[in-house]
């Protein structure tokens, strides 16, 4: 069995990347970012609320996992939020990646997309900082009724 797929690294529900595993890769990628490795933290929001269907909450997460590459981790947050690593992307190729997850993503979700951008910056201290800022941009794209934000 692959490491990727281990059972430890993925949330049986879900089918995709748990929490764990994301933050793993993470920590990873962000020490390499510090060597020139350019990635991006992308959070998106379908609409989904508290208390959808696991099997909607599976389909939508499918849908984006098809779209992203081998070397990405997708990860369901809650409430139809899902988290994606995106590596050896700066934020051209994340605004691309958002295109491309908005286009699988567009015709099975129940309200606006939103999507909160943050890509690695040496200004920033720590994994999870970067995770918030993603967040943070998530949130004004919400607030905005939709699209893309970055931190």
């Keep these: 069995m692959e490491a990727r797929t281990h059972p430890a690294l993925m949330d049986p529900e ?27 933290v992308m959070m998106v929001s379908t609409g989904l609320g508290e208390g959808a269907p696991v099997e909607e909450v599976r389909r939508i997460g499918q ?8 070397a990405d981790v997708v990860t369901h947050l809650d409430n139809g939020r899902y988290l994606l690593l995106l590596s050896g992307t700066n934020s051209s190729g994340a605004r691309v990646a958002a295109d491309r997850v908005e286009g699988a993503i567009g015709d ?6 939103s999507f909160g951008l943050a890509t690695y910056d040496r200004a920033v201290k720590d ?7 993603a967040g943070g941009a998530l949130d004004a794209a919400e607030a905005a009724g939709g699209g893309v934000q970055f931190a």
């Design 14 to 40: 879900v089918g995709l990347p748990n929490r764990l595993h994301f933050d793993l890769v993470h920590g990873y990628l962000f020490y390499a970012g510090e060597r020139g490795l350019p990635f991006t």
């Design 127 to 133: 994994p999870q900082t970067l995770v918030d800022s």
């Design 63 to 70: 849908h984006v996992q098809e779209v992203a590459r081998t």
């Design 108 to 113: 099975v979700v129940p309200g606006p997309i």
